[in-house]
Antibody
Framework: QVQLQESGPGLVKPSQTLSLTCTVSGGSISSGSYYWSWIRQPAGKGLEWIGRIYTSGSTNYNPSLKSRVTISVDTSKNQFSLKLSSVTAADTAVYYC???????????????WGQGTLVTVSS | DIQMTQSPSSLSASVGDRVTITCRASQGIRNDLGWYQQKPGKAPKRLIYAASSLQSGVPSRFSGSGSGTEFTLTISSLQPEDFATYYCLQHNSYSFTFGPGTKVDIK
């Protein structure tokens, strides 16, 4: 059974960089044709897809966040990571990592999710 | 960027009711749309892909339709476990956009 677990600081100061890591267990991050995504959800609000990475290192980002986002993968540690720079209070949200087992033709299928981690941006 | 809207933003319904949720895209996205269900404190779960294909394991009371810019999710007979928030998700380009969500609660 694949499991994902987010980790990282729960509090980040405005203008700083938010950094989160997702550790994948129960399977190799390199096996299969999967993308690995980050998705966030402000409290009481809707979902926002942040971006994704393939194990080759190929990435796609949400255009509205692209200038501030970097997603990377470390296959040796079975982890992938998110960096979001120049954060403001608007970036306060629960951040989820998820496995995407979909395809271009049928779209993303986020079949495994982490439990989510709350990141608050505040001084 | 492709923007998504959903209507209504919330609705109250009774068990056994037929429920329809609409999702609109700011530009044509063919059938590049899925529907997700999210229950409080839980991760979202895909119900429909390619606008009208039922995800394996999802009850047949859920159905999707539409193409281009307008899409609908229909629950033919609402069950107690269906009270949740529903999101559409477009994937027309190499960037995905969720709709703002429709909360379905008990009348």
């Amino acid at each position: 059974q694949v499991q994902l677990q987010e980790s990282g600081p729960g509090l980040v100061k405005p203008s700083q960089t938010l950094s989160l890591t997702c550790t994948v267990s129960g399977g190799s991050i390199s096996s299969g044709s999967y993308y690995w995504s980050w998705i966030r959800q402000p409290a009481g609000k809707g979902l926002e897809w942040i971006g994704r990475i393939y194990t080759s290192g190929s990435t796609n980002y949400n255009p509205s966040l692209k200038s501030r986002v970097t997603i990377s993968v470390d296959t040796s540690k079975n982890q992938f990571s998110l960096k979001l720079s120049s954060v403001t209070a608007a970036d306060t949200a629960v951040y989820y990592c998820a496995r995407d087992s979909g395809s271009y033709s049928i779209g993303p299928h986020f079949d495994y999710w982490g439990q989510g981690t709350l990141v608050t941006v505040s001084s | 960027d492709i923007q998504m809207t959903q209507s209504p933003s919330s609705l109250s319904a009774s068990v056994g009711d037929r429920v329809t949720i609409t999702c609109r895209a700011s530009q044509g996205i063919r059938n590049d749309l899925g529907w997700y269900q999210q229950k409080p404190g839980k991760a979202p779960k895909r119900l429909i892909y390619a606008a009208s294909s039922l995800q394996s394991g999802v009850p047949s009371r859920f159905s999707g339709s539409g193409s281009g810019t307008e899409f609908t999710l229909t629950i033919s007979s609402l069950q107690p476990e269906d009270f949740a928030t529903y999101y559409c998700l477009q994937h027309n380009s190499y960037s995905f956009t969720f709709g703002p969500g429709t909360k379905v609660d008990i009348k």
